[in-house]
């Protein structure tokens, strides 16, 4: 990466925030369920405060002194009546009124994070689906570090998200609750709260205004450090063959205070808007005992609102703290939901046709293709015959097209111009899955997994066995080593096949190939890790296998290509 692939990616624009709702709303009948829990506790608590008061004026004075206005006293002369004098059974129901309030929460508690989770799974299935199967073109022009970032950062801020927003929504029903009790015991009291609240979120609003572009910036910024973090892991021997240790150190030590400072930003914000919350929300109280006592209520009345409010201010608090939270996070929010609604469609329809196997030749009538973005034609009208059972090396220079023929074969990009055909039908006709079961690819791109040698056969043959595998590792030239490893075939290989040398590595990915028994074998400088003499040995071992199979080379060595019955010369984009 040069200086400049260290800024920040552009933030991408305020579009798609609604294809998060489905991963919200999947489990409608359980999300009711959430709702109703955390609205009974707290009409359970409302209740209780109200218990509570009577209690305190009950053990201090006979039930016939507590005077309450409207509703409330109406209440109490109710409690009087059924309670009569027992202290002991007022206790008892306050105690089971918290016990109920705390089944309720604990239920609430449990329910959320299940929903919790289970959206996180959908968003983060969701995410990887698409990078599965969105156009190849549109897979490699993304930064592996800034999918990964979006997989296991971004989607876990989401599923953080939905869980404010949970909250946000029971709080807003509690503050509901609370003003509609405090409206039946006196509703002047509670226009006043209402609008000492509305004052308050307005102020509120006013100051997270910063966040959401503070917000956008930080995500820009963790993208940039995670993109950066994977090449340099993934560079990790290259970085230490040049002795750039310092240099790659310091690079990902200025990304991560990058990171680091803006984070700081936001917390700022965050913690200084909280005390505001804390005196605006004394200021209201004093307010509303001045309100309650000026419009008339008895001392019992006004003791009561003042506990319900108490109750009401961390609702109220809940509310402006999880809306803050998911302000600060609009940049994760844009990021997934930008993710999300990346179009996988193909970029052609897929064929009808399944391919059953090479009848005939492959052919190539005047193909072009160029890679998006690229200045020119990485092929130009190029015409040639791949013949059924044959050898065929396609030669050149690096950069004159080979590798565009192998992407065209195996249906990562589709051509611009011309026509790719087999057994006289066009490509573009059979199932992009039936033809990819009867070609294999082993080359010096296609890596090792991070697993077993047989894990990584596996892939090539879903229900392989032990011994077939041993067979097969045995024809590529491999076997003799495989059995000197204590694991056998059980043995892992580090990610990437760090464990195992290059030519190992090669042999094993030649196996892999040739386990699904495909009718078309493409060998991208396959061998070239290995001498001469073992590389020519393994070409006469897999022919002599598989007699009929129609093999594509792709080589700069001339000795092997020497070997092929025919050549296919490909030079400045062209073919001959």
Known sequence: MTASDDRPRPSPPI????SLIPYLTERKFLLGCLLCLGLAAYLVESVGVSFVTFLIFRAASPPTSIQANGALGALYDLASKTIGNSLPLTIFIVFALVLLRASLIGGYGILAAALKNRSYHRIRSALYR???????????????????NTLQNESWKISEIIEHVSRIVIAVCATLVYLTVIAIISWPVAVIIALEG???????????????????EATAQFETMAIRMVAGIQALRTIRVFGAERQEAARFDRLSSNVSKILTDLARIDYLIRPLVEILSLVMVGGVIFASLWSGN????????????????????????NTTSIVSMRGSLEIVARDLALDDRPVRADGEIDFSGLDRDMEFDKVSFAYPGAAGLSLSEATFRLRKGRTTAIFGRSGAGKTTVVNLLLRLYEPQ???????????????????????????????????????????GAPDLTASDALRMLELVGIGDFIATLPDGVSTLVGERGVRL???QRQRISLARALLGRPSILILDEATNAVDAKLED???????????????????????LVDTADDIVMVANSQST
């Open 130 to 148: 698409k990078y599965m199967f969105i156009p190849y073109a549109a897979s490699a022009a993304m930064p592996q570090g800034a999918m990964i």
């Open 298 to 321: 008895s001392n019992a009345t006004t003791i009561t609102i003042v506990a319900l409010l108490f109750r009401l201010q961390p609702s109220f608090k809940e509310i402006q703290q």
């Open 417 to 459: 111009k011309g026509s790719i055909s087999v057994n006289g039908v066009p490509l573009s006709q059979f199932s992009r899955e039936s033809w990819l079961k009867e070609i294999r690819l082993a080359g010096q791109d296609i890596e090792l997994i991070d697993g077993t040698i047989l894990e990584n056969l596996s892939l």
């Open 15 to 18: 579009t798609g925030l609604g």
């Open 537 to 559: 040995g393994i070409h006469r071992s897999i022919r002599a296998a598989f007699p009929d199979i129609t093999i594509i080379i792709i080589a700069h060595n001339k000795a």
């Open 501 to 503: 040398s290059g030519g």
């Open 198 to 216: 509305l004052l308050l979120t307005t102020i509120l609003r006013l100051l997270r205004q910063p966040l959401s572009v503070m917000s956008r």
